[in-house]
């Protein structure tokens, strides 16, 4: 079993900053790809970002540029950068993680932008 504990979500005005946090515990090494999605009110659930075991990124058109996506092996924790922060950022994001055999998610972590 794999734990994902998110932080770092926060009311920000529009084109302010924020980095997320998720820390991952319980079976590290089963894990390969982590990911940041997040869901608004009345929407589906979309991707933001993903960083895989190699490193290997990938964004959401919607936030290249904008949004960084990194990972500490050392400390189990995979972060998101959100920089020029939109009003359509507005959202629950989640982390998650990817296994062999299945997909964690974490609990959320509200983003609020002001405009």
């Known amino acids: 079993q794999v734990q994902l504990v998110e932080s770092g979500g926060a009311l920000v005005q529009a084109g302010g900053s924020l980095r997320l946090s998720c820390v991952a515990s319980?079976?590290?090494?089963?894990?390969?790809?982590m990911g940041w999605y997040r869901q608004a009110p009345g929407k589906q659930r979309e991707l933001v970002a993903t960083?895989?075991?190699?490193?290997?990124?990938n964004y959401a058109d919607s936030v290249k540029g904008r949004f960084t996506i990194s990972r500490d092996r050392a400390k189990n924790t995979v972060y998101l950068q959100m920089n020029s922060l939109k009003f359509e950022d507005t959202a629950v994001y989640y982390c998650?993680?990817?296994?062999?055999?299945?997909?964690?998610w974490g609990q959320g972590t509200q983003v609020t932008v002001s405009s």
């Open positions: 960083i895989t075991s190699s490193s290997r990124t």
């Open positions: 998650n993680a990817v296994t062999v055999v299945y997909v964690h």
């Open positions: 319980g079976s590290i090494s089963s894990i390969k790809d």
